[in-house]
């Protein structure tokens, strides 16, 4: 049976996405902000899909002592570790520091996913073939970073950092990629689709599609055979796509990676 971790799982994309993956007959941890809610989710989706297994997991990902605690709990359910979706999102109307300093948007988005990868790598490296996916979004193609700045201190807009979080996603997958080259993991980064979740109704007001077409490149790049193999690329709608030149800039990727590091250095 094979395992996913689907961080965000609790409602929107990510619920739909461990829907579908426990229907294909996987274990999926469904991961949520606490306790509670991951329990009663997975409790619920065991009852819904029938000789299901879904198995709850918890960590509030703007708190980076939690994240790696959340890893401790996944590395505990599964030594195996077949896929690792980084689904889990959030959009700031505010700037706001957290508890570690880092701003909430970046902290959520970019700084958790780096962390908690980090920490699985010995899990999904148990594996034939280890499949790392994190959610972006085609926001990532009007965002910029300053790797000095990620905090916005000088500068705070909320769709701006958004856009920077989904810019520093692909970057991420970017530089895992090349990291992870001659190893049995592989790492892609995805465009959901405009996709009727509270994020973007908190964030834009606007209609969008529904959650099973938002969860359909993630299972795809989870499940598919034909993307055994493919790392350090961009999709949207189950196909690959060119993301934005600052994703593609190899320089500016190797120095985020770099700052990521020193900022959770502590928790690594």
Known sequence: MKIALITGATDGIGLETARQLLRRGWHVLIHGRNEDKAARIAAALGREIEGSEATAVWGDLSDMAQVAELSRQVAAQAPLLDVVINN????????????????????????????????????????????????????????????????????????????????????????????????????????????????????????????????????????????????????DDCREARPSALARDAELAGRLWAASERELARFM
């Open 88 to 235: 889990a999102g959030v959009y700031e109307r505010h700037r706001r520091l957290t508890v570690d300093g880092l701003e909430a948007t970046m902290a959520v988005n970019h700084f958790a996913p780096f962390l908690l990868t980090r920490r699985l790598l010995p899990q999904l490296g148990a594996r034939a073939a280890g499949r790392i996916i994190t959610v972006s979004s085609i926001a990532h193609q009007s965002g910029s970073l300053d790797v000095n700045d990620l905090t916005f201190a000088r500068r705070y807009d909320a769709y701006a950092a958004y856009a920077a979080s989904k810019l520093a996603n692909v970057l991420f997958t970017v530089e895992l990629a090349k990291r992870l080259a001659g190893t049995h993991i592989t790492a892609n980064a995805l465009h959901p689709g405009v996709i009727g979740t509270k994020l973007l109704h908190a964030a834009f007001a606007v209609a969008g599609a529904s959650v099973e077409t938002g969860a359909r490149t993630s299972v795809y790049l989870a499940a598919s055979a034909k993307v055994l193999g493919v790392s350090g690329k961009y999709f």
